[in-house]
């Protein structure tokens, strides 16, 4: 909205000169972090009272570790509204709001929010922890996402192929694949690319099960997409990495570092011990946030490396599951895998921590095959 203000020819750009700053992105992120870091730090306070006045308080499973029962009991949730609304506030404040990849990634945020909000209320509601069908939750995630990837391909938004770590010029493309017919194979780049989004939704939030750990590794793949949505957004950098090159994914760096800064002040009331969760208002929005993110900046595949943390959690639940229906038996103490830990003696910090730190050596790993192609 910014932009349009004090960018020649906005109408405050000649009473305000010296504003054309506002058109580069990095200037406009910066600022986009700075927003949305003070919306959700200012807002978390009066937000956790007015929770704890009304008991919308998390409901701690009885079958999870004992320390959970005696610590977190009537610790107040839903504390993805204050950092999603930063996000979205700053976004519309920095970010070009004429980019369809703007609308698309909000859209998703929002949409995969308002599901997450109705799960943690009919939790809070009825005081269980089942919230929304899980019919019902993938229904309304298929519904939303199907249709915003819907709309990114009927309008080519995005190519429909998809790029493949450390290697150079391989592409699947799949309106190639069939020369016959493309259409119906651009549709099937829609359902992989949707597979992504709702599995990357679910996957942030079996990770969200301790103070802090899912903020954490959401906040350092937020970064490195930002990094490289604005590279895939400018075409001289896109070809000398030989990347595939998006119209308006810079506008992503925004959404990207709003995200970052709302996370920073999400991140000073949840570190342990929490304060505030961030309930499923919060854990779906992001994890859908970022495969959105991952599919309009075209390193779709990329994502199972950056988000290697949610990877790892939800293939641990994968194979407990399947191990205990096949052969009776557990793998894990477990599941997902933090809570393993737990089990095994690992403190909550030291288990936040070290897996913070892996987030951040996996999104160093994948940075590097930019350059490696």
Known sequence: MLYWL??????????APGTNVVRYISFRTAWGMITALGIAYLAFPPFIHWMKQRKVDQIIRTDGPESHLLNKVGTPTMGGMPMLAGVAVSTLLWARIDEATTWMVLTVMIGYGAIGFVDDWKKVMYRSTDGLAGRMKLLFQILIGGGVLSYGYVNEVFPVDLAFPFLSGVRLDFAELWAGAPDALGWLY????????????????????LDGLAIGPVMTSAATYGLIAYLSGHAEFADYLGIAYVHGSGELTVIAFSLVGAGLGFLWYNAYPASVFMGDVGSLALGGTLAMMAIVSKHEVLLAIVGGIFVLETL????QVGSFKLRG?????MAPI??????????????IVRFWIISVVLALVALSTLKLR
């Not at 004090?6 to 750009?13: K, N, Q, T």
């Not at 829609?190 to 099960?209: E, P």
């Not at 641990?316 to 194979?319: A, D, E, M, R, T």
């Not at 038996?329 to 103490?333: L, N, Y």
């Open 6 to 15: 004090f960018v020649e020819p906005g109408p405050l750009a000649e009473i």
């Open 190 to 209: 829609v359902a992989v690319a949707l597979f992504i989004v709702v599995g990357a939704s679910n996957a942030v939030n079996l990770t969200d099960g």
């Open 316 to 319: 641990s639940v994968i194979l």
């Open 329 to 333: 038996k557990r793998i894990f103490a």
């Open 338 to 351: 933090h809570h393993h830990y737990e089990k095994q003696g690992w403190s909550e910090p030291k288990i």
